[in-house]
């Protein structure tokens, strides 16, 4: 079991930048490889970002070159820095853990209960 825990959402003008933070507990972090994904009211969650145990990335093209995922696996905690952030990038935000590389929603065994970022124009 894999418990996870986001925070740093927040209200944000267009163009600003917030940092989310998503700390683990359980077993062995580094062994999952982590994701990050977003869900707007009245959509489908979708994948934002990707990272592997062995810090390989991935992005959704909606938010390359303005999203970064990270991870600290000595904290246990994988982070996502918004740059530049959109209207658009308003959402509930979610970490997951998975044991493969994928960006199917339903391939991921373990979520957080998410933070809400909102983007004013």
């Known amino acids: 079991q894999v418990q996870l825990a986001e925070s740093g959402g927040g209200l944000v003008q267009a163009g600003g930048s917030l940092r989310l933070s998503c700390a683990a507990s359980?077993?062995?972090?580094?062994?999952?490889?982590m994701g990050w994904f977003r869900q707007a009211p009245g959509k489908e969650r979708e994948f934002v970002a990707l990272l592997s145990r062995s810090a390989t990335t991935y992005y959704a093209d909606s938010v390359k070159g303005r999203f970064t995922i990270s991870r600290d696996n000595a904290k246990s905690t994988v982070y996502l820095q918004m740059n530049s952030l959109k209207p658009e990038d308003t959402a509930v935000y979610y970490c997951?853990?998975?044991?493969?590389?994928?960006?199917?929603?339903?391939?991921?065994?373990?979520w957080g209960q998410g933070t809400q970022v909102t983007v004013s124009s």
């Open positions: 359980g077993r062995t972090f580094s062994s999952y490889v």
């Open positions: 997951a853990a998975s044991p493969r590389w994928t960006m199917r929603v339903y391939d991921y065994d373990y």
